[in-house]
């Protein structure tokens, strides 16, 4: 029948969504996750509750269980957007900290962040008459200037941070000289981080278990049922796990250790939780090269993987089914000169799918869902996956150095080496936010005169520019890819 029929054509996307089905991430693999994660920024909080931190503070007012729940719940603050509670929570984990070096390296970039970020809400004030002064505007690049360089501090030499103080200088501070040497600095990290290969590491730490843990648990509930309320009972790591947070936390509930373990492993990966790869732009798409793409597909199989769907049940479908033995020439004699003909045919009255035919669009919609881009299941196959995937990341984060460090010269006038920059990036043809080095290509034609590139470049810039009602932007506005690091 149809459906066998179906399952025959589709044989190899139905034994390829079986191999790639996803599961909780094994132990062996959670230390490449956790590296993916690092240079994503990701902090595994989206789907859990603020409250469950608060339970835990208010059980444990101080000590290592006070200072990692104030930095989990500043961070479901910032994936919320709520920067300023962000901003409380990181200054509470300081305090309980009491100058000891825990969690240093957290408290500075979540710190920094949540400067960035009241930065850049400073900065849409402007837009608005009276709603705030250009002395608020500098104590905020002020405040993001501190926060940099306590970050730097903690970290010591970063890619991520090299970039981060890159961008600053160069779209915050308008110092060009000190941006291309950040650029060049972290262009010169990120390939030396990428290259080594990442191995399985055999059992990986406690804390980048429970971080595997919640990214599971969080990852397999589909999008649309997601809730920023949802708890936190079941989201707990496995037993060895649990033992060897105790260490640290002591005896709390196996939830409570799942949910600080998780948030100590963004403090072990290096402390950084913001986006090293993809910067944040409402305007502009990702590039739809080959490459570029597949790339794509495959950190949007970290973030969201394939999951079974949960359909609304129906009773009938959207559209009713049309009447058996209808006369064609009666319907076409009797339909109004203002009605569609299909729309004259009269329906049947009460019908809805039978059990056979939701089962087969069920089917059919399990096998389209298949990809060969999701996480394998098997625990070799899965190391090998984050360690090609975060090789191919650490790339991206060189194209980001490489473009930025293409702007800064072509503001000090050396367009010779901005030039050699640009071109390589743009040969890869796997810049994810290409249009970043379109934007950059175009002003640096324009600094030599060379106008009709120029147009040709920010034309390219328009063609990856979102749509949208009743707005438009300039061919020529590369002002608007600046960065909201």
């Known amino acids: 029948n149809s459906f066998c029929t179906l399952l ?79 901003l409380l929570d990181v200054e509470s984990a300081a305090q309980a900290a009491a100058g000891a070096k825990t969690a240093a390296k957290l408290i500075a970039s979540l710190r920094f962040q949540c400067s960035v970020r009241l930065l850049a809400e400073e900065q849409r004030k402007q837009t608005i008459s009276g709603a705030t002064t ?41 110092d ?23 191995q399985s590491a055999g059992t990986a730490a406690p804390e980048a278990v429970a971080a595997a843990a919640i990214d599971a648990s969080t990852t397999e509930m589909p999008s649309d049922l997601k809730s920023k309320n949802i708890g936190a009972e079941t989201l707990t790591a496995d037993a060895a796990a649990i033992e060897g947070l105790k260490a ?5 509930s196996d939830s409570d ?74 319907v076409v004699k009797k339909c109004p000169a203002d009605k569609h003909i299909l729309d004259a045919i009269p329906e049947v009255p009460r019908s809805q799918l039978t059990a056979e035919d939701a089962d087969f669009f069920a089917a059919f919609d399990a096998l389209n869902r298949a990809s060969s881009d999701s996480v394998p299941a098997g625990n ?11 090789k191919d990341l650490m790339q991206q984060v060189v194209f980001r150095a490489k473009v930025g460090q293409a702007e800064a010269l072509t503001a000090l006038g050396e367009t010779a080496q901005a030039a050699e920059l640009v071109q390589e990036v743009e040969a890869a043809d796997a810049y994810v936010d ?37 707005m438009d932007l300039p061919l020529m506005d590369e002002n608007r890819h600046k960065s909201a690091f």
């Open 257 to 330: 250790l799942t949910l600080l373990g998780s948030v100590m492993a963004c403090e072990a990966r290096g402390g950084a939780v913001f986006d090293s790869v993809h910067s944040v732009s409402e305007d502009f798409g990702a590039w739809r090269s080959e490459k570029a793409a597949m790339l794509s597909r495959r950190v949007a199989q970290v973030c969201h993987p394939l999951v079974p769907s949960h359909p609304l049940k129906v009773a009938k479908p959207s559209r009713a089914f049309f009447m058996e033995g209808v006369s064609v020439a009666d």
């Open 380 to 390: 070799s196959a899965a190391a090998q996956y984050y360690a090609s995937l975060a």
């Open 434 to 470: 290409m249009w970043r080095l379109f934007a950059a290509k175009g002003a640096l034609m324009r600094k030599i005169g060379r106008v009709e590139d120029a147009d040709a470049a920010f034309k390219q810039l328009h063609a990856l520019k979102h749509q949208k009602a009743g």
């Open 8 to 86: 025959m054509m589709r044989a190899s996307t139905f034994l390829r969504a079986a191999l790639v089905s996803p599961q909780k991430p094994c132990a062996s693999a959670a230390t490449g996750l956790q590296l993916v994660n690092r240079i994503l920024g990701r902090s595994n909080h989206g789907a859990t509750c603020a409250q469950s931190f608060g339970k835990i503070l208010e059980k444990n007012p101080s000590g290592n269980s006070a200072i990692y729940a104030h930095l989990g719940r500043a961070m479901v603050f910032l994936n919320r957007g709520e920067d300023k509670l962000a």
């Open 176 to 198: 060009a000289a000190a941006a291309a040497g950040h650029f060049a600095t972290a262009v010169k990290l990120a390939e030396a981080a990428g290259k080594p290969s990442i």
């Open 134 to 174: 250009e002395l608020d505007v500098a104590n905020k690049v002020a405040a993001v200037r501190a926060a940099l360089e306590a970050l730097s501090s903690a970290v010591g030499q970063d890619y991520a941070v090299s970039l981060a103080a890159g961008e600053f200088f160069l779209y915050y501070a308008s």
């Open 248 to 252: 640290t936390f002591g005896a709390l």
